[in-house]
């Protein structure tokens, strides 16, 4: 019974690792201590500026159009955005935490009893926890921008998706709809139950 669990959750269980080992050795990997913050390519505010040095900022607009950070402190470390969609402090940590939610959400999980207040409950977390990893970016990238302009004295515009294009703001929809469709099924699984 235990290993038909452990099966059944075993790529919950690889995400949950993968997101721990990849964001533990992206915080505390010394080596190249260098943080790329890719800029708008499509703002012609920096036109002029090839390259400058603020203490440890170098701005290069020219080619790459990128804020370079060299040995950053933990807080910008962990959370300046990554250019690779999947490789983001920020959403490695979501997809770690969302996984042991659905882990335990789902363990005593059975499809004769499925509308339960455990699974509810973990369909509304992670609602939540898809609201909040929004919230998270948007102050993410307003916090950056803050930090960059009192370090350089200049405004930047980050390269960062507008909240519509984003995945997880239109998941975090789709699960408010199956948190109300779950909590529909359990007053209904309910009445059922007294009824009998």
């Known amino acids: 019974m235990l290993r038909l669990k452990i099966a059944r959750f075993l790529p919950f269980f690889i995400i949950i690792l993968y997101s721990v080992i990849i964001l533990g050795n992206k915080l505390f990997d010394q080596r190249d201590n260098t943080i790329y913050i890719p800029l708008?390519?499509?703002?012609?505010?920096?036109?002029?500026?090839s390259?400058?040095?603020?203490?440890?900022i170098e701005v290069e607009t020219a080619p790459s159009r990128e804020v370079i950070i060299r040995n950053p402190d933990f807080l910008i470390n962990f959370l300046a955005p990554d250019e690779l969609f999947i490789?983001?402090?920020?959403?490695?940590?979501?997809?770690?935490?969302?996984?042991?939610i659905l882990v335990i959400t789902f363990w005593n999980f059975s499809y004769e009893r499925p509308f339960t207040k455990?699974?509810?409950?973990?369909?509304?977390?992670?609602t939540i926890g898809f609201f909040v990893f929004i919230s998270s970016q948007l102050l993410r990238n307003a916090w950056l921008i803050d930090y960059l302009k009192q370090r350089t004295g200049k405004e930047f515009e980050l390269?960062?998706?507008?909240?519509?294009?984003?995945?997880?703001?239109?998941?975090?929809f789709i699960f408010l709809r199956i948190t109300k469709i779950f909590k529909k099924g359990q007053k209904l699984q309910q009445e059922q139950d007294l009824t009998v």
């Open 40 to 49: 708008n390519k499509y703002t012609d505010t920096l036109q002029r500026i």
């Open 51 to 56: 390259l400058e040095r603020y203490g440890n």
């Open 87 to 100: 490789m983001d402090n920020l959403r490695l940590l979501f997809f770690g935490i969302g996984g042991i």
């Open 118 to 126: 455990q699974t509810t409950l973990g369909i509304k977390l992670l």
């Open 159 to 172: 390269d960062t998706l507008n909240i519509f294009y984003n995945l997880e703001f239109w998941l975090g």
